[in-house]
């Protein structure tokens, strides 16, 4: 299992009109944890490259297709500092 500990953010919703959610979530790619510190290592520096990028971050854009409690969040993920849309 990955575990990755330094994740914070913030979650805005209403109910009322879920459209106007809004989520920010910032990670550390230096806490991953994996069980196996090798690994961890591995992890951080190749594939997160920790080093040149020390944060991963998503900013919502928008929430759509909402059926009953289920949606989708579009937003930017910035990682290995490239920002790209996700869904």
Do not use: C
Request: hydrophobic share 35%.
């Amino acid at each position: 299992a990955l575990l990755i500990r330094g994740v914070d953010g913030t979650i805005v919703y209403d109910p009322k009109s879920p459209a106007t959610s809004r989520v920010t979530v910032n990670i550390d790619p230096t806490t991953v944890d994996t069980g196996i510190d090798s690994f961890d290592e591995e992890i951080e520096g190749q594939f997160f490259e920790a080093g040149k990028h020390p944060k991963m971050t998503f900013t919502s854009r928008g929430l759509s297709a909402i059926v009953g409690n289920k949606g989708q969040l579009q937003g930017d993920l910035t990682w290995r500092g490239v920002t790209r849309p996700v869904t």
